[in-house]
């Protein structure tokens, strides 16, 4: 009889005797000292055995207990070992982790696998890994596995035959933990319900599989397991999640708590409501400035927000150094700003756990990406302005310091307004488009209407899912007088689902792979989607800069605007922002050879790392499409030559995201979707449409097909191109995607 093997093969092969022990030997004693200071760590055996003794597992933990890291340890220590993996909300947090856990393991490092990149890890094997969408850093070795939830509803779609598409068992896997499950993102509601149903087929396999052997009959089938589930958080709704994993005997699962963080945090509410929260962030910032030494954590809105307070720290910093020369006084710490959102990669990741120099305060000025998993070192003060930049209005509660040492939170409102937040975010499942979720779902052989939702989305947002994806292609309208009738994946549904892509750009590029006979729009579109697909989702920046321009800091911010504008205008192609964001593209493939690759995309305010990452995505599709045979032969040679006309490509985009596509008041500068929608809206400041001419409505164009919208003091539409009212009727009878 066959049976799946386990790590204790990896850990007592090649003649080592010792097994765990024997690469946790290479372990810094320091790093083994501080996990036994973790509140979670007198708690390992209680959850090894839980685990063991039940279906699911439910742990609610304090922020700093140490849960994220130490329980995948406890569970490959404990024998549960064979295969576990580990879900996060953002691709940082996975990433971070599974470092910091190969670090206390002894192990190489996800990044490294191929070096010796733990101290004195010699030949260990390469047990933790991560995967997140288009970056799979796991081996065959890989026993502890951090990835995001999208990446695992990735893997749960698997293909039967050529019509039929149903879900993995996940049959690699032994534990499943889905942590952070609070941010109760869109692919974790989804996730929720799939292993679900995945952990009772499994159980109904594993004991079919018993009845089997127990009768003598013999099988060289593997050996089926069970899957054993963990969902854990520092803020969640325990019972909901108990309740939803109910075994068969109808009794919810256990639900653990862990008690305690590792040092004492101090909570100061502001006594009246803050009018601007960013001008009482940074006379917060000045209070801290006095006291003991210690970084500081800044919860901010996003990207924007972030890049513009930066400039207002610095500014800051140099203001306070004067003062306290001209008055005699010591100086204080000069101010290290260091800026962490999900677009800035690994780099910005590197900058925030780099030790802080003598004589520095750090100030790392991050979104709520660094709200729960991730621990930055050094952090003794952390401000908390209780606003979170959703679809939605969210506000969010936070806390991080604590982790390492005893700090101050700054929760820039008041105590009575904490009292009236909510528990818990609304989860994203009810206030976010479904189209992806829905057509993942569809995929898997199971219908959206009657899925095992642990919130069911409103019946409205599911109906309007399904209807942008009959008008995508993607299901088939139903059949019978009433309309009644079961939707159904069509072929271009499939193919879309074989994608890593929002329905939207997967149209586009399929749409695209037949467009025309030599395949120059496939190439467009293949790289315009690997551009949209980036964290950042372009390959230009914007100069950054405070609020002000009255001071002399004020002005060179001004300064680089106009530089970023002229830099943005020698790249600019006329149809508009999708066009610009390829010439970018094109012109840095031409100068590449000129090994001048930084220097070049600082003068023309391009991202080198988004170039590289679009690069990345742009080879992982390009596989996808070769592998499904969706590219003709006679475009598989790569376009070369000139590059100008991108009307064929806009004509694509609006096919696959029509309701993108919008008219201009003929009196104005407003626009309106062509396709319902009363909004009014202008273009983007930022756009190249608005850059070189100052011009009024008249010379707007038309019609136009924008990929996002955003509100500020206005509703505007970004990442714009011109198009035109012909190519909403006429698309469908030159493209052969269908």
């Known amino acids: 009889m066959k049976r799946q093997h386990s790590s204790s093969s990896l850990l007592h092969g090649e003649g080592s005797s010792n097994g765990i022990q024997n690469y946790r030997s290479h372990v810094d004693p320091r790093i083994t000292e501080s996990r036994t200071k973790l509140p979670i760590w007198i708690a390992r055996d209680a959850i090894v055995d839980a685990v063991k003794e039940n279906d699911t597992v439910v742990i609610l933990g304090e922020t700093g207990s140490g849960k994220t890291t130490q329980i995948p340890q406890f569970l490959f220590d404990g024998g549960l070992s064979s295969y576990n993996s580990i879900t996060q909300p953002r691709r940082v947090a996975a990433i971070s982790l599974a470092k910091r856990v190969a670090v206390e393991m002894g192990v190489p490092e996800p990044d490294n696998q191929n070096k010796q990149s733990a101290p004195g890890s010699g030949n260990n094997p390469a047990l933790v890994g991560y995967s997140v969408r288009f970056d799979d850093r796991t081996s065959k070795q890989t026993r502890v596995k951090f990835m995001t939830d999208g990446w695992l509803l990735r893997e749960l779609l698997a293909e039967q035959g050529q019509q039929e598409m149903t879900y993995s068992l996940l049959e690699q896997y032994s534990v499943i933990i889905i942590d952070e499950a609070h941010e109760r993102s869109v692919h974790t509601d989804v996730v929720l319900g799939l292993i679900k149903q995945v952990q009772r087929e499994r159980k109904r396999i594993r004991k079919e599989w018993l009845e089997r052997t127990d009768e003598g009959n013999s099988t060289n089938e593997y050996e089926p397991t069970e899957l054993k589930v963990i969902v854990m958080s520092a803020t969640i709704d325990a019972e909901s999640f108990a309740n939803f994993f109910v075994d068969e005997r109808s009794k919810p699962a256990p639900i653990l708590y862990i008690k305690g963080r590792q ?15 960013i001008d009482s962030c940074k006379k917060v910032v000045v209070q801290i400035s006095a006291m003991l030494p210690g970084d500081v954590l800044i919860f901010m809105t996003g990207a924007e927000e972030i890049e513009s307070f930066a400039s207002e720290l610095r500014e800051l910093d140099e203001g306070l150094q004067m003062y306290a020369e001209d008055n005699g006084k010591p100086k204080p710490l000069n101010l290290l700003v260091v800026k962490l959102y999900a677009a800035l990669g690994g780099d910005a990741i590197r900058k925030c756990f780099s030790p802080t120099p003598p004589g520095s305060r750090k100030i790392v000025l991050a979104t709520n990406i660094a709200e729960t998993s991730i621990t930055i070192p050094g952090i003794s003060y952390v401000i908390d302005c209780g606003l979170a930049k959703e679809r939605t209005f969210q506000s969010s509660m936070t806390g991080r310091a604590g982790r390492e040492r005893a700090g101050t939170c700054f929760r820039l409102f008041t105590q009575l307004t904490f009292e009236t937040l909510p528990e818990s975010s609304v989860p994203e499942i009810l206030r976010t488009d479904l189209s992806s979720v829905v057509l993942d779902v569809f995929a898997m052989g199971l219908d959206p209407l009657s899925f095992n ?40 549904g499939r193919r879309m689902s074989k994608l890593p892509l929002l329905p939207a750009l997967s149209k586009t590029l399929l749409t695209a792979c037949n467009f025309d006979d030599d395949g120059k729009v496939f190439w467009y579109a293949l790289d315009l989607v690997s551009i949209l697909s980036t964290e950042r989702r372009t390959i230009l920046l914007e100069a950054s800069g405070g609020r002000s321009s009255e001071n002399k800091e004020g002005k060179a911010n001004q300064s680089k605007r106009d530089e970023a504008d002229r830099a943005r205008e020698r790249l600019a192609h006329p149809s508009g922002d999708h066009a610009t964001q390829l010439q970018a593209l094109y012109a840095f493939d031409d100068m590449e050879e000129s090994c001048r690759t930084q220097e070049w995309c600082n003068a023309n305010y391009v991202s080198l790392k988004a170039v590289r990452e679009t690069r990345k995505i742009r080879l992982q599709l390009l ?19 000139e590059r100008e006309d991108y009307s064929s490509l806009i004509k694509c985009l609006v096919q696959g995201k029509r309701v993108n596509a919008a008219f201009r008041d003929p009196q104005t500068s407003y626009y309106k979707r062509a396709l319902g929608g009363q909004s009014k809206f202008r273009i983007h400041p930022s756009s190249t449409l608005l850059l070189s001419n100052n011009r009024g409505p008249a010379g707007l164009p038309n019609v136009i097909y924008f990929e996002d919208m955003i509100f500020t003091k206005d509703l505007y539409a970004r990442t714009v191109s011109a198009a035109e009212a012909s190519w909403l009727t006429d698309m469908s009878a030159q493209s052969k995607a269908n």
């Not at 989305?457 to 007088?481: H, K």
């Not at 596989?623 to 790569?638: D, N, S, T, Y």
């Open 263 to 277: 040092y004492p945090v101090k909570l100061l509410h502001s006594e009246n409501t803050c009018e601007d929260w």
């Open 453 to 492: 939702w642990l919130d069911q989305p409103d019946s409205g947002d599911l109906t309007a899912a399904v209807l942008n994806l009959t008008e995508l292609g993607a299901l088939s309208t139903p059949s019978g007088p009433k309309k009644d009738g079961k939707f159904n994946l069509t072929d271009l």
């Open 623 to 641: 596989q996808v499409c070769r592998q499904q045979g969706w590219i003709p032969e006679a475009i598989e040679k790569q376009m070369t030559g």
